[in-house]
């Protein structure tokens, strides 16, 4: 039975949403992915609904791109507010991307009671060096290496939407070798989550 139904079934009223929050190509999709896989909830990804469109149009800009991002946003939204009470959803995004007045009127319409936050920090060297690694695999119509000047800047005044209790995580020594632990991150969810209940 998935996480989902058995929540329901219990009785859980509203819906529950785990934002993984950081800059761009501060590790948060990987993170989300691998928090999708140790808990089984459904992970909603911007870039996931995104990159279909940047696949099949030609010549996007920046401000264009800008405008996907909005509306795959509120697709995430949508998605959420139709389904049934008793889901939980990870949301991977840069969050700060749209106001957090924004944020917080999606939620409110989705039907979201309870809100955590996983944000990954990162510095502004380390985030420029992933950046640069990334832009030769990245669609068309995304960002390129311009952006990093402007990247390093936000690496140094992003800050979590904070909505809900947030766990942070540094991204900057992780890689292969010394990977997030997720365990420890899921099990924070848990508590975070049976604790707001209380």
Known sequence: MSENRSAARNGFAGKRVILVNGIPASGKSRL????????????????????PFLQRLQNVDRPFNRVLGQASYQVIWDIVAGAP??????VDAWFGFQPKDVLHTY?????????????????????AERFASRVGERLAGHVGAEYIPELKILAGNAQPMALGPVYSVDQNN?????PVNIVVIHEWIINSFHTQTQ
């Open 32 to 51: 989300a992915v691998e928090l999708s896989e140790q808990s089984g909830w459904l992970q909603l990804s911007l870039d996931g609904i995104k990159n």
């Open 85 to 90: 009470d008793g889901s939980t959803f990870i």
């Open 107 to 127: 939620l409110q319409q989705a039907g979201v009671t309870q809100v955590l936050e996983i944000w990954c920090q990162i510095d502004a060297e380390r985030v």
């Open 174 to 178: 992780v890689d292969e070798n010394r």
